[in-house]
C-alpha cells in the first residue's frame, strides 16, 4: 500500500469515527467531507470502497443501532428518534424498519432478554444491523451475513465465559 493510499485510509477512519461519536448532531456527508478534506464525492466513493457503504448510510446505520438500543432500554419511540439527532419521526419510523425489518414500536414491545444479559461492548457488536441486499448489492451481502453471523456466534461465546 502506498503512502498516499494510508493517508486516504486514516482520513476515512478519522471520518468513520467522527460519524461513530456525532451521528446525534445534524451531518451530512459535505460536512464530513470537509473533515476528510476531501470533495463530497471523492469522499463518498472512497468511503464506500473502504466501508463497503456510503457515508449517509454509515451514518443512518448508526443512528438505528443506537435508537434500537435506547428502544431496548424502554425510552419511547419519539424520544430514542430525537436522541439520535433524527428531525422527522416518520422519516426515523421508515428508515428503521427498513433496516431492522420491523416497526420501532415492535422492536421495543419485543423481547430483549438474551441482549440485555449480554455486556454492552458485545451486545452492540452482536445487534449491528445489517442492511438489505438492494442497500448494500448482491457482491458484498453475503461476506456482511457470514461476517454477522461469525460475530453473532463470537460475542455469545464471549458473554457465556
Excluded at 55 to 79: H, K
Excluded at 107 to 130: G, I, K
Amino acid at each position: 500500500m502506498t503512502p498516499e493510499e494510508l493517508a486516504t485510509l486514516t482520513l476515512l477512519r478519522r471520518a468513520r469515527d467522527m460519524i461513530d461519536r456525532d451521528y446525534a448532531l445534524p451531518l451530512d456527508v459535505p460536512t464530513i467531507a470537509q473533515k476528510a478534506f476531501m470533495s463530497p464525492a471523492h469522499f463518498s466513493r472512497k468511503f464506500r470502497a473502504a466501508y463497503g457503504e456510503t457515508p449517509y448510510n454509515y451514518l443512518m446505520t448508526r443512528r438505528i443501532e443506537r435508537a434500537a438500543a435506547l428502544l431496548r432500554a424502554g425510552t419511547s419511540v419519539t424520544d430514542a428518534c430525537m436522541a439520535v439527532g433524527a428531525t422527522s419521526l416518520g422519516s426515523f419510523s421508515s428508515r428503521f424498519t427498513e433496516i431492522m425489518g420491523e416497526t420501532p414500536s415492535a422492536y421495543r414491545a419485543r423481547e430483549h432478554s438474551a441482549v440485555e444479559a449480554m455486556p454492552s461492548c458485545f451486545a452492540r457488536f452482536a445487534t449491528r444491523p445489517l442492511r438489505s441486499p438492494a442497500v448494500v448489492g448482491p457482491a458484498n451481502n453475503n461476506n456482511l451475513v457470514q461476517d454477522k453471523a461469525s460475530r453473532n456466534e463470537e460475542a455469545v461465546r464471549r458473554a457465556a465465559r
